[in-house]
């Protein structure tokens, strides 16, 4: 075997798994989320198999393939907020709206800085509204569970 073959063989036994799914880390992040719900059926369309989660329901790109916007309503959840949407790295609008999810809005949310709306409306959440939203420089709107604030605030 020339030389260059035997070096490629040994390169690609290497490689992590990672490298080999052509799923880009945008969409990686987004299963990650799936896989903490139980009610993922509603998210059918959300597969490895697609190179890019732009086609999947609920996700919005703009035309460089970024997530911009994740916008789910009236789809059955049943789960935890994502606390690893840090690598949406443009994910301007976030709405998930009632879903069925349960629990405390994540201190993470304080990461997410492209954020300009959070629409987190009714559904089953519980605790306070985390400080390091505070960190959220662009956010305009944030609709957060009505009986966390009582009403709509904006910013
Ligand atoms: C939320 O869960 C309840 C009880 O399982 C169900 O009846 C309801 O349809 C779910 N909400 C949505 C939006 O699917």
């Not at 954020?115 to 944030?142: A, M, R, W, Y």
Request: glycine share 6%; net charge negative; with cysteine.
């Amino acid at each position: 075997m020339p030389f260059s073959l035997l070096l490629l063989a040994a390169l690609s036994s290497l490689l992590p798994s990672s490298c080999v799914s052509s799923l880009d880390d945008q969409g990686r992040t987004l299963l990650a989320w799936k896989e903490s719900l139980s009610g993922a059926a509603a998210l059918a369309t959300w597969s490895p198999a697609a190179p890019s989660p732009c086609q999947w329901v609920g996700v919005f790109c703009d035309t460089g393939n970024r997530v911009v916007e994740i916008r789910l309503i009236s789809v059955d959840l049943q789960g935890p907020l994502p606390s690893n949407f840090q690598a949406l790295s443009s994910l301007r609008a976030l709405t998930i709206s009632f879903t069925n999810i349960s629990g405390e809005i994540p201190v993470e949310f304080g990461d997410y800085a492209g954020l300009e709306l959070v629409d987190l409306s009714n559904n089953h959440l519980s605790g306070e509204i985390p400080p390091e939203i505070c960190k959220l420089s662009k956010l305009q709107t944030l609709r957060p569970e009505r009986h966390i604030a009582g009403r709509d605030r904006e910013l």
